[in-house]
């Protein structure tokens, strides 16, 4: 919450919508992929982390640009990441800071056997790539 010099709350921050959106996602039901590969070609350093449904075994990936303090000009970079054993039937992109869902077009990603390759926006604040069934609507 932001306040004022009293430390009287004036309104949430965005963080904290873009933390109501990770918990929506992030729960029980989700672990970390073992042994989880990727590539990307991307410029600058970016975090990347796979996680899969322990059920359905369908898989997301958080990414971000990590290589600079965030701002608040919200302009994507197209970048391509590579995910090797990948689990994806229908892939979407969330956006954790609006808490939008895209979805992903046939054009912007290749499947070859279990090897997937997206060409994504990302930024200096948290997406997925994630199976739509992993996230709540």
């Avoid at 042994?35 to 410029?43: I, L, P, R």
């Amino acid at each position: 919450l932001q306040s004022d010099e009293t430390k009287i709350a004036i309104r949430r921050k965005k963080a904290y919508y873009s933390m109501q959106h990770f918990a929506s996602v992030f729960d029980n039901t989700l672990e970390c992929t073992p042994g989880f590969k990727y590539t990307t070609n991307a410029s600058e350093s970016v975090s990347v982390f796979g996680f899969r449904n322990k059920k359905t075994q369908q898989q997301l990936v958080a990414l971000w640009f990590d290589s600079a303090i965030p701002n608040n000009l919200f302009v994507t970079k197209d970048i391509t990441v590579t995910v090797e054993n990948g689990n994806f039937k229908n892939p979407v992109w969330v956006d954790l800071l609006s808490g939008r869902i895209y979805e992903i077009p046939a054009s912007k990603y290749i499947k070859e056997g279990t090897t997937y390759k997206f060409m994504i926006p990302v930024y200096d604040s948290p997406a997925l790539i994630a199976d739509a069934s992993l996230i709540p609507r």
